[in-house]
T-cell receptor, first 107, second 114 residues
Framework: GIQVEQSPPDLILQEGANSTLRCNFSDSVNNLQWFHQNPWGQLINLFYIPSGTKQNGRLSATTVATERYSLLYISSSQTTDSGVYFCAVEPGNQFYFGTGTSLTVIP | KAGVTQTPRYLIKTRGQQVTLSCSPI?????VSWYQQTPGQGLQFLFEYFSETQRNKGNFPGRFSGRQFSNSRSEMNVSTLELGDSALYLCASSLAPGGGTEAFFGQGTRLTVV
């Protein structure tokens, strides 16, 4: 199956700081999504971004499919941004998830 | 519109018992997939259903099974529960399989086997 690597595994930020999360994947995919897992376990959709760039408020994402990576940018971080961020790729039959980036935003 | 609904939210079972989990996809979505999340293995694919047919199955023992009904609702069943089956089980729905459309996840069912 496809290998998905996320970096960094852990990130601690001061409130107001910016951050970049990276997702590398080993093969072509039809779908790439970024999720934020809330404390109750639900995966909250952030971006559906198999290619290109999208922005949603303080968050933006870029996927360069030809180079097999995606980036999630968080600007002006807030304590509510804390949690685990997952990148998931789908070549056509199932999602393959990275191991996540655990983000802690300190007031 | 309503999101993906999973029931029950929490479940405690004894080793050897069986359990059935339910997933109702977003209205109009016909593809349902199931995933298991554990601290040690992360998120792993169980199976995918589309139009009442299992399209794809992950690397899990035969104790794990599922089905999809004509209204796209899906159930998964785990028989002869083991302690290692304790996990968060997540269901995802999408318009169609194949990765061409966005998938949405339910809140999950947290299963504890004692």
């Amino acid at each position: 199956g496809i290998q998905v690597e996320q970096s960094p595994p852990d990130l601690i930020l001061q409130e107001g700081a910016n951050s970049t999360l990276r997702c590398n994947f080993s093969d072509s995919v039809n779908n790439l999504q970024w999720f934020h897992q809330n404390p109750w376990g639900q995966l909250i959709n952030l971006f559906y971004i198999p290619s290109g760039t999208k922005q949603n408020g303080r968050l933006s994402a870029t996927t360069v499919a030809t180079e097999r990576y995606s980036l999630l940018y968080i600007s002006s971080s807030q304590t509510t941004d804390s949690g685990v961020y997952f990148c998931a790729v789908e070549p056509g039959n199932q999602f393959y998830f990275g191991t996540g980036t655990s983000l802690t935003v300190i007031p | 519109k309503a999101g993906v609904t999973q029931t029950p939210r929490y479940l405690i079972k004894t080793r050897g018992q069986q359990v059935t989990l339910s997933c109702s996809p977003i209205s109009g979505h016909r593809s349902v997939s199931w995933y298991q999340q554990t601290p040690g293995q992360g998120l792993q694919f169980l199976f995918e259903y589309f139009s009442e047919t299992q399209r794809n199955k992950g690397n899990f023992p035969g104790r794990f099974s599922g089905r999809q009904f004509s209204n796209s609702r899906s159930e998964m069943n785990v028989s002869t529960l083991e302690l290692g089956d304790s996990a968060l089980y997540l269901c995802a729905s999408s318009l169609a399989p194949g990765g061409g459309t966005e998938a949405f996840f339910g809140q999950g069912t947290r299963l504890t086997v004692v």
